[in-house]
């Protein structure tokens, strides 16, 4: 902080004027976390993720932790997306790969058909013409499968043309390029914020 602020700062406090809050970093213990078992049996937010052709391990590995903390279904795994147990994964999804319910399927294709014969909504995450705002959901969107693909070559047209939707993520700069498991994180957070706020 500059001494600038730092003098503001101590005028206000001084003054009587300002009341600061007072944050203090809960410990492991304080943090109420389920055990996996508990876990296991409760009751998730109705959410799929398809991880489709993902090069990368870690990325696999952090999207198993994203998807632990938003309490969704499952995550498919498919083509040459690696399945756990893997050290690379493991270093990322932290015993997410564990808590997670997950299967693989080498090719998708046959189970989305299926989860769209039992009501599921199917969702890409792709910058492509006709793709909707993510943020844009009802709750007769759900139950949800959002399939993310390749970190450089996206979503193969074979699936692209399964979606019921494009979901797309507003982007401001240059580069209109997230990392997956960033994207994913986005999109799965804010379809929990969704679903929760309007059941």
Not at 44 to 72: C, E, Q, Y
Request: some cysteine; hydrophobic content about 40%.
């Amino acid at each position: 902080m500059s001494a600038l602020l730092m003098k503001i700062s101590d005028s206000l406090k001084n003054s009587g004027r300002v009341s600061m809050p007072q944050f203090r970093k809960l410990h492991g213990t304080e943090m109420n976390r389920m055990s996996a078992e508990h876990y296991g049996g409760s009751r998730k937010h109705p959410i799929v993720l398809m991880l489709h052709n993902i090069r990368s391990m870690w990325n696999v590995g952090s999207m198993f932790r994203t998807a632990d903390a938003a309490g969704i279904e499952k995550i498919i795994l498919s083509g040459y997306t690696a399945t756990p147990p893997r050290k690379e994964i493991d270093k990322t999804a932290l015993g997410a790969q564990n808590t997670v319910a997950w299967e693989y399927l080498a090719d998708p294709l046959d189970a989305l058909k299926n989860m769209k014969k039992e009501g599921v909504r199917i969702c890409g995450l792709e910058i492509a013409e006709g793709s909707r705002p993510y943020t844009t959901l009802a709750l007769s969107d759900f139950p949800i499968c959002l399939i993310v693909g390749n970190e450089v070559d996206g979503l193969e047209e074979e699936l692209l043309q399964l979606c019921d939707d494009v979901l797309e993520i507003p982007q401001y700069g240059t580069k209109h390029s997230l990392n997956v498991a960033v994207a994913a994180g986005i999109v799965l957070f804010e379809f929990v914020h969704i679903y929760r706020r309007l059941v």
